[in-house]
Every structure is written in structure tokens, then in C-alpha cells.
């Protein structure tokens, strides 16, 4: 069911960007065909990765370089040692008893409300202060989206779901309300689906609606509708692929995933001190050009053995579908080699109980 809502909403994403620019021309060009070609040929080759059964588990270590060398070329040594920091306690949180992680489970609860908080105690404050949400202490919303998913992907849990929603809102930012809802979503299974679609679905509307108001605050001038915000969102990023990928195609030769500033990158090739998003195919086209196709032939095989476990299932779907409009960068990219890791090194064939 999770990889299956994965492929869904992919495929639900490139008919949104399209129809964006089908219907608004005159803002986000003309269609590139062999573009479309290689973004289907990349859905097509994740799924074909997500299907292959590999015995081999050595597979993990692939995981362990790929995951911590992007991490550590991105981040710096701060973000080689936190990442470092994770594997270790993954690998001891298994002796660990029940007393234990629920001590760290309410030290991530922390963390996850005292973050924003830090943040509003300086003045950043999206939902009220729209000028803010540009502010480098956005990333704090951010890390508390990011621990909201880990904690409901690890304990589906009403009450966190909708602390973290209430934080994601605040930000303005439609990938962190996505983020926590996805993950309590497809960790929930059936148990939760009533609770997650009835009350997360008007959370997830509600941060929409947010990010409009605040376009509308920001840019006095916006024009369009919320229907046609949304179309446009979706193909202004697809845009940015297509521009990537004219770039990249057919032998690549950048190193976007590598870079900790990577959507200030994407924006200068357009002459804007901005952060585009580029799509899940933007990264793999602009670095390595055709054969990009071989790095969603990993993200698949990768996301497969993540699914081994319900909840590392969850965390890894619930990232790489935000993904699908953001772009591959070397915080989903960590979080998906992280699950594949563990997934394979604790459940080897098979799954979590």
C-alpha cells in the first residue's frame, strides 16, 4: 500500500504540472517532450527497482557510503558526525529498554515543539508574519516537520499528529504539512485511515490555503486563483526539471545532490536569489544526465527494502512523495539510504511484526 500511494500521487503530480502548463502558457512555456520522455522513463524505473528481490545484503553498505558521503559532503562534519550519530544509535536502540525509548520518545516530542517555538520567540511567525517565512530560522518548522514524521511513523499517535500538523501550519509550508500527514497516513494502515483522511485531509487543505495567503501578502500582484496556484506550483517546478534536464541531457556532469545550498543553486541558473524546487527527476537529469535512470533504478530498490518495516516504510514513502514536486536533496536522500539500511540489517527478507 505504501510504495502504491507513492507511484499514485507520482503519476497524480505529473498531470497536475502538465495541465499547469497546458493552461497557463504564457507563465510556464511550452511542453518538452523528450523531458516528459525521461520523467516517465524515471517513475517507470523506480518501480521496476521497487520490484526486484536482491538476497544479497551486502547491498547495506552501499546504503551506509551513499547515505553518510552525501550527508557529509552536503552538511560538512557536523553532518557527518549527526549522521554518524544516527546509524550508532539505530544500531543500539535494539537493546535499549522500553523505559528507555519512551524517554526518547518524549525528548523528540520536545524537540519537536521547542524548535518552532525558538522560532517564534525571534520573531519568525509565518502564519501571522508572512515576510518571515523567508527567515534562515524557517528550518527549525522544518526539523520539527521532520521529527513529527519520525515520531507518528514510529508510534501512529492522534495527539502528536496534530501537535506536528499544528507546527507545520504555523510555518506556512505546505511540505511540512504534508510530511507529518503523510507519515501518520500510510503508518497507520487501516486502524487509522478513518482518523488520518477525516481529520488530516482539512489540515493538509488548511496548508494550502495557508501558503496561499501568504503568496498573496508576499506578492501584491498575484493574480491567480487557488485552483490556479496550485496548477501553477506544480508546473513552475516542472519547469525548473525541464530546465535542468536541458542542461544535463544526455551526460549530466553537475553535483546538485551534493550541494548543502542546492535550490539557491537552481534559482541562479535562472538569475533569481531565490529556492526553486525541481521535481524528483530534476537532480538525476541535471547531475547525471541519462544515466540518471540508474540512480531511480536505486531510489527504487532502496525504497523496497525500507518497506520492509512498517515504520521505516512509512518515514521513507512519506519523504521521497514530498520529493516529487521539492527534488531530491541530502536530507530525503539520507533519510531514504537510512531506512534501506536499517530495513535490510534488521529484517533482512523479511518484515517488521
Known amino acids: 500500500m505504501r510504495s502504491g500511494v507513492f507511484f ?5 503530480y505529473l498531470l497536475l504540472a502538465l495541465t499547469g502548463k497546458l493552461i497557463l502558457p504564457e507563465l510556464l512555456g511550452p511542453l518538452n517532450l523528450p523531458a516528459l520522455a525521461y520523467a516517465l522513463m524515471f517513475m517507470m524505473v523506480v518501480y521496476v527497482g521497487y520490484s526486484m528481490e536482491l538476497s544479497d545484503k551486502r547491498r547495506t553498505y552501499l546504503y551506509l557510503i551513499a547515505g553518510l558521503t552525501v550527508v557529509g559532503i552536503a552538511a560538512g562534519p557536523i553532518g557527518a558526525l549527526v549522521g554518524i550519530a544516527i546509524v550508532l544509535g539505530g544500531e543500539l536502540s535494539p537493546m535499549l529498554d522500553e523505559r528507555a525509548r519512551g524517554n526518547l520518545y518524549v525528548l523528540g516530542i520536545l524537540a519537536m515543539v521547542v524548535l518552532p517555538l525558538t522560532a517564534a520567540y ?16 524557517k528550518d527549525l518548522y522544518q526539523a520539527s516537520a521532520a521529527i513529527a514524521a519520525l515520531l507518528v511513523a514510529y508510534r501512529p499517535s492522534l495527539p502528536i499528529f496534530l501537535l506536528g500538523e499544528g507546527m507545520a501550519l504555523t510555518s506556512t509550508f505546505r ?27 482539512p ?33 513552475f517546478s516542472y519547469r525548473v526539471y525541464e530546465r535542468l534536464f536541458s542542461l544535463g541531457f544526455p551526460f ?22 531565490a529556492n526553486y524546487t525541481y521535481t524528483l527527476f530534476g537532480q538525476p537529469a541535471y547531475d547525471l544526465g541519462l544515466l540518471g535512470l540508474f540512480e531511480g533504478l536505486f531510489l527504487g530498490i532502496a525504497l523496497r527494502d525500507a518497506d520492509r518495516s512498517p ?20 536530507l530525503n536522500f539520507g533519510v ?3 531506512a534501506a539500511y536499517f530495513g535490510v540489517r534488521r529484517y533482512g527478507n523479511g518484515a517488521e511484526g
Open 336 to 338: 531514504l539510504m537510512g
Open 203 to 235: 489540515l493538509v487543505l488548511l496548508g494550502f490555503l495557508a501558503r496561499f495567503y501568504v503568496t498573496k501578502s508576499v506578492y501584491p500582484v498575484w493574480h491567480l486563483d487557488f485552483i490556479r496556484s496550485i496548477l501553477y506550483r506544480a508546473g
Open 252 to 273: 549530466g556532469g553537475h553535483a546538485l545532490i551534493l550541494n548543502p545550498t542546492g535550490r539557491e543553486l537552481v534559482a541562479s541558473l535562472f538569475g533569481r536569489s
Open 122 to 137: 525571534r520573531g519568525v511567525i509565518p502564519i501571522i508574519r508572512p515576510e518571515t517565512r523567508y527567515s534562515e530560522l
Open 8 to 12: 499514485v500521487l507520482g503519476l497524480t
Open 175 to 201: 511540505t511540512n504539512v504534508l510530511l507529518v500527514f503523510l507519515a501518520y497516513l500510510l503508518r497507520g494502515g487501516k486502524r487509522e485511515l478513518k482518523r488520518a483522511l477525516y481529520i488530516g485531509t
Open 311 to 330: 515504520t521505516l516504510g512509512a518515514l521513507a514513502v512519506a519523504f521521497l512523495i514530498v520529493a516529487l514536486e521539492t527534488g531530491i536533496d541530502p
